[in-house]
C-alpha cells in the first residue's frame, strides 16, 4: 500500500487538481451567500466539479491501472448532461423544491451503487488481516445506507411535493421507523463482525441492508407533512453529502470528501436554522410524525366577512402603506407578475407598498424570494417578517395572498395547535387585513385559522391571478 | 477496538481534514441571509455531485457485465446530480439580477 510506488506525473496533477477543485467549492460556497456574486459562486463550483470530472477520467489510476470504459463513461455522461440540462431548464420554478429534491435523489442513487460495487471487491489482505471490522467496510456501508435512505427518502418527498403521493399517518408510525432504525444499524454491525474469508460471501447481507434502507427512506419521508418538507430535502441533502465523504474515504479521494463533508455539514446547519424557523426540534421531525391532522382545541367563533373588488381597490388605494405577504397560493396561480403589476399601479398612487416573506413561506426557506424575483421585484422591497413585525401596526392594509400558516396566530394564542410557537408575520396588528384565497380549505399544516375570523379581516374569495387582474383593473380606474 | 484505532490513525489526516471541512461548512452558511437559502441549498445539492468521481472510478475499472452497467447507471445519475444542480441553481440566480 505504497503510494510512491505509483507515483506519476499524472497522479500529481490529479491531486492538484482535487486540491484546487476544493477551493473552488468552498469559493463557491461562499459567494453563494451574497446576493450580488452568488451566480459567479455556482460558476466557480462548477468549473471545480468540471476540472475534477476531467482530470478524474485523464489521470486517475488504481493499483497502476488508469481508468478504463472510457467510451461508455463519456456516454453516460453525456445522457446525463442532456436530461439533466433539459429537466433543470424546463420546469417551473414554482416546481423548484421537487426538483431540488429529485436531483438529490440521483446523487444518493450514484453514492449507493458505488458502494453495492464495492462491497464484493475488498481487499482478501485488508480482510485476512482485520476482518470485517474495518474502517474500508463501514465507509462502504456507511454509503451504501445513508446514499439509499436519501435516494428513496427524496424520491417521495419529490412524489409528495408534486401531488403524485398523499401522506400516510400511523400512530404507530414513529416507532416503527425507530425499530427499524435500530435494526439498520445492527445489521451494519452484524456484517461487519462476520467471519468470512471475502467480501463477496456477505452480498445477500448487503442486499437485505439495502432493501431495508430503502424501505426505511420512504416511511421516513412518508408521514412527515408539507410543512416539513423543506427540512427533510435539506435534511436528505446534507445526508447525500455524507454518502459522497464517504466515497471519498473509500478512493482516499480528497475532493469527494472535502465537496462531500462541506455539503454535509452546511446541509445539517441549513436544516437546524429551517427547524428553528418553525419552532421544531430536529429529532421531532426526524421520529415524529407531525403535519396536522390533531384538532385544535380552540372553537371557531365569529363569522367570515368578505369584500368586493371595488372596496378593496378604494381601501388599498387610499393607504398609506401596505404590505403584501405572499404565498404557495400565489406562486401556484402563477400570480406574482401580476402582483407585481399591483404594487406598481399602488405606488403611483403614492401608497408605500413592501412585501412580507416568512422564511418558510412558499415550499423552501428563500422559494418566494426566487418567485418573485422571476417577477421583477426589486428585492429592498422584499422584508423579512422579523423586521416588518414591529411596522405592522403601523400598517393600514396587509394583503394575504395565497398564505395562510405563516400568518395563523394560533402560533402565539393556542398551545395546542402543532405550529404553536412558530414565528408568524403578525398580520393581526394592521388596522386591515384583506385575505385573498380560493375558497375556505385550510393550509398546508391543515389547521383552522382564526385570522379569518378576526373582525378586522375580510375575504376576498377567487383564484389569485384572476382576483389580482381584477383588483389592479379597479385601481387603474379609481 | 485495535482496528478502529490503527483506522483513526492511518486515516488521521482525512479525520482531521473532515473535522476543519464541517466547521468550514457551518462558518460558510451562517452568514446566509435567507432570500438566498433555496439557491444555496441547491447549489450544495450540486456539489454533492461530486460522488460522480466514485462513479467513474468504479465504472473505469468495471470488469464484468453487471458491474459495467451498475456502473454505467452511476455515471449517468451522478451526472444528471452534477449538471441538473448546477444548471436550475443558474437558473434561480439570474433572476436576481440588479435592474437599472
Given amino acids: 500500500m505504497n503510494e510512491f510506488n505509483h507515483y506519476s506525473f499524472g497522479i500529481s496533477i490529479l ?31 462548477a468549473i471545480g466539479m468540471g ?39 424546463k420546469v417551473k420554478m414554482t416546481a ?76 404507530s408510525m414513529k416507532f ?29 447481507f448487503m442486499y437485505v441492508l439495502f432493501g431495508v434502507s430503502v424501505l426505511y427512506g420512504v416511511l421516513f419521508v412518508m408521514p412527515i407533512g408539507g410543512a416539513d418538507m423543506p427540512v427533510v430535502i435539506s435534511l436528505l441533502n446534507s445526508f447525500t453529502g455524507i454518502a459522497a465523504a464517504m466515497g471519498g474515504f473509500l478512493y482516499n479521494n ?60 378604494v381601501l388599498l388605494s387610499f393607504s398609506r402603506k401596505v404590505v403584501i405577504v405572499p404565498g404557495y397560493g400565489l406562486a401556484v396561480a402563477q400570480a406574482q407578475h401580476i402582483c407585481h403589476e399591483l404594487d406598481k399601479v399602488l405606488e403611483e398612487k403614492g401608497v408605500e407598498v413592501k412585501y412580507a416573506i416568512h422564511p418558510v413561506a412558499g415550499r423552501m426557506p428563500g422559494h418566494m424570494n426566487v418567485l418573485l424575483a422571476e417577477a421583477d421585484v426589486p428585492y429592498e422591497q422584499l422584508i423579512e417578517s422579523e423586521e416588518i413585525n414591529p411596522d405592522l401596526p403601523n400598517t393600514d392594509v396587509v394583503v394575504v395572498i395565497g398564505a395562510n400558516d405563516v400568518v395563523n396566530p394560533a402560533a402565539e394564542d393556542d398551545p395546542s395547535s402543532p405550529i404553536y410557537g412558530m414565528p408568524i408575520i403578525k398580520a393581526r396588528n394592521a388596522r386591515n387585513i384583506i385575505v385573498m384565497k380560493r375558497g375556505m380549505g385550510k ?10 375570523y378576526n373582525e378586522k379581516c375580510r375575504m376576498l374569495f377567487g383564484d389569485a391571478k384572476s382576483t389580482l387582474q381584477n383588483l389592479v383593473n379597479e385601481v387603474k380606474s379609481l | 477496538m485495535e482496528n478502529i484505532l490503527q483506522f ?93
Fill in chain 1, 176 to 204: 416503527v421507523n425507530l425499530a427499524i432504525l435500530i435494526f439498520i444499524v445492527a445489521f451494519v454491525v452484524f456484517i461487519m463482525s462476520s467471519d468470512v474469508e471475502s467480501s463477496s460471501e456477505m452480498l445477500p
Fill in chain 1, 443 to 452: 393550509g398546508y399544516a391543515a389547521i383552522e385559522n382564526m385570522l379569518f
Fill in chain 1, 254 to 313: 480528497l475532493a469527494m470528501l472535502t465537496g462531500g463533508i462541506l455539503v454535509g455539514s452546511a446541509g445539517t446547519i441549513l436544516t437546524v436554522l429551517m427547524c428553528r424557523a418553525m419552532n421544531r426540534s430536529l429529532l421531532n421531525v426526524i421520529v415524529g410524525v407531525f403535519g396536522g391532522g390533531e384538532e385544535s382545541s380552540v372553537s371557531v367563533t365569529g363569522s367570515v366577512k368578505e369584500i368586493t373588488l371595488s372596496d378593496a381597490a
Fill in chain 1, 15 to 45: 491531486e492538484i487538481t482535487y486540491i484546487i477543485a476544493s477551493v473552488l467549492f468552498i469559493l463557491g460556497l461562499k459567494k453563494l451567500s451574497h446576493p450580488l456574486s452568488a451566480r459567479r459562486g455556482n460558476t466557480l463550483a
Fill in chain 1, 51 to 89: 476540472l475534477a470530472i476531467l482530470a478524474t477520467i485523464l489521470f486517475h489510476q488504481k493499483d497502476g491501472k488508469p481508468i478504463g470504459n472510457i467510451g461508455f463513461i463519456a456516454a453516460a455522461i453525456v445522457i446525463g448532461t442532456i436530461i439533466g440540462w433539459m429537466i433543470a431548464k
Fill in chain 1, 96 to 171: 423548484m423544491p421537487q426538483l431540488v429534491s429529485f436531483f438529490n435523489g440521483m446523487g444518493g442513487a450514484a453514492a449507493a451503487l458505488i458502494s453495492m460495487m464495492e462491497f464484493p471487491h475488498v481487499s482478501p489482505d485488508l480482510i485476512a488481516s482485520s476482518g470485517m471490522a474495518n474502517g474500508h467496510v463501514l465507509a462502504i456501508l456507511l454509503g451504501l445506507v445513508i446514499g439509499t435512505v436519501s435516494f428513496s427518502g427524496s424520491m417521495v418527498a419529490f412524489g409528495k411535493l408534486d401531488g403524485k403521493v398523499g401522506d400516510l399517518r400511523i400512530k
Fill in chain 2, 8 to 100: 483513526i490513525y492511518v486515516h488521521r489526516e482525512m479525520i482531521f481534514l473532515v473535522i476543519l471541512s464541517i466547521f468550514l461548512g457551518i462558518e460558510v452558511i451562517s452568514h446566509v441571509p435567507a432570500i438566498l437559502h433555496t439557491p444555496l441549498m441547491s447549489g450544495a445539492n450540486a456539489i454533492h455531485g461530486v460522488v460522480i468521481i466514485g462513479a467513474i472510478i468504479v465504472m473505469g475499472h468495471a470488469e464484468t457485465t453487471g458491474s459495467m452497467i451498475l456502473g454505467f447507471l452511476a455515471v449517468v445519475l451522478g451526472t444528471l446530480n452534477v449538471v441538473g444542480g448546477f444548471v436550475v441553481t443558474d437558473r434561480m440566480l439570474e433572476m436576481f439580477k440588479r435592474k437599472k
